[in-house]
DNA sequence: CGGGCCGGTTACAATGTGGTAACAAATCTT
DNA sequence: AAGATTTGTTACCACATTGTAACCGGCCCG
């Protein structure tokens, strides 16, 4: 997977590459809207992040310019904090966007979390899958040996997906409203409610849940026969 | 938990231990900027506070070459308020601020908002354990060696964290609290409820603790057969 | 010997959280 | 355009969690 970091500021440029390296991805960085562009080109990341005010081109004219030639994940990097110019970014067509500061770590899980949503996309042959539950990504359909498949919705489907990907580990319900919904929307009722539907389906008792496990005050963990011991 | 306090003010350096301590962490001290960083590599804490004017190598410096080797978790310490200079700390990847003069129940709540921030994200094993009894932070599940896991609250899991980070040690009755609770609320009434509540749940007859230790007067501790002998 | 302090225990109220349900708005199908 | 599906919204209930107070018994100390 690889990345292109946007970013002005060498000192921050440095972190974000660092970070993003650490956690396992290719790094390419430009340090203005131009350069930017041509790296783009060239490298032809995953992703971008993108600092929004950027010398010689500004990042707004950066972000319409790759969304008008693909769809690329773009995060945009942001000092202001709650107001327009954030709607302006996701409404431009970005992915995501996180403000300053933020730590290394929220980073890494935005970014997850988009190429997660973004690869999802896709009708591959995505078949995900523990000993006792596995998701036709393509389909949208849940299964059990011995069941018929069962029709899940868009939102379903993500969750499930989600889940599966950490089988026997509990996710916070933040990180699953995040990776569901994105940073926009989202909510812990929703998240609540998307459970409930998702459970009335896959469960065979609901009133009893055996596949997904609710962590109170946390979050829910997708039963796994395999789990990893640490490691 | 373990932190590093980089401080050239020797008194205010000997308040920050104190202070922290008491609070239930190991602390290590470090009067320059230089030392911090030979500090950080052989204690390998797991936060630094640290003070931004320093001699030898100042903060940034410091900052910056933590951070580009790992992502322990960074408080600033700084006298100059509300400029660019927080920011650019945060911007190097710090995770917060604490602006002088500060109170010492402020800095023992930032210290434990950050570490609870940062060790809440990852998939680390988060399992505590004496050879008796382990804890599954991620599920707030005690576990004996033998019995089903027992769910744990919020609060009892981290009472019960506590002592086993400190296991075989004596924490007062203060440090407890505030290590449960935070520097606001928290109270000796509702730490006894606590622990009766949590010992309900772990001991097998509660009647005659086993696992908590209580030392009057003092405070309650963890039996742990492994307790340090001298070596 | 009696009072007061301390910790354990019990009871209860206030609040929070998750599961369930019903309904409306938006979207997709046909 | 009509109907079905999906999603967002709200409300409600049951129960868990937490905070608060009171009570009891031992123990220290005068």
Redesign the interface.
Known sequence: MKILVVED?L??S??LA??LR?AGFDVVTAHDGLAALKAWQTANPNLVILDLNLPKLDGMSVCRQIRSQSDTPIIILT?RSGDEDVVKGLELGADDYVV??F???QLV?RVRAVLRRADATPATSTVLATAHLSLDRSRNEAMRPGSPPIRLTPLEARLLETLLL?AG??L?AEALVDAVWGAEGGDRAMLKQLVYRLRSKIEPDPSQPFYIET????GY?LTDPDADF?G
């Not at 962590?215 to 946390?218: A, D, F, I, S, T």
């Open positions: 500021d000192s921050l440095d972190v660092f970070t650490r000092v300053k500061p730590s290394p770590k899980a950490n580990h509990v916070t962590v109170p005050g946390v963990a640490p």
